[in-house]
């Protein structure tokens, strides 16, 4: 990705933002919208282990999403459950940029099936004031 196309990334994900996240079963897909947090080419989702999301992606990773004039492919990643010593980075950062509802009970932190998943961009299309970037 250009510093151009990243310098947009992070100004227009780089905070907590919705985007449309779609994965297959069997062939079938299924697309719906998640909170997401965007840093050095992947989104971060907090998210319950046993979903139909993460269950289509232990399955099959290769996901899609769309976000404001943006629209990629990636491989989604369970990085496991939130409170892990390997998660303390990402976390911290996550409970920033979601701090307007991470707490309102909504997530449970003393459960392990609440993870990160991590969507690791491959290719995608991103349009800013009639420019195109490609990656």
């Known amino acids: 990705m250009s510093p151009e196309a990243e310098k947009i990334m992070v100004e227009r994900f780089g905070k907590d933002t919705v985007i449309a996240l ?3 079963e069997n062939g079938i897909p299924s697309v719906r919208y998640v909170d997401a947090f965007y840093e050095n080419g992947a989104f971060y989702v907090i998210t319950y282990a ?3 999301k993460m269950k289509h992606i232990k399955n099959n990773p290769i996901v899609a999403i769309a976000g404001e004039w ?3 492919h990636g ?3 369970n990085l496991g459950y ?3 010593p390997e998660n303390k980075a990402i976390a911290e950062k996550l409970k920033i940029a979601f701090a307007g509802w991470i ?3 909504h997530v449970n932190f ?3 099936n609440t ?3 991590c969507i690791e961009l491959t290719d995608g299309l991103l349009l800013s004031h009639g420019t195109r970037y490609e990656f």
Do not use: C, Q, R, V
């Open 22 to 24: 779609a994965t297959t």
């Open 50 to 52: 046993l979903s139909n």
């Open 70 to 72: 943006f629209t990629a």
């Open 75 to 77: 491989k989604g990643i």
């Open 82 to 84: 939130f409170g892990k």
């Open 103 to 105: 707490d309102n009970g």
């Open 110 to 112: 003393d459960d392990e």
């Open 115 to 117: 993870i990160i998943l």
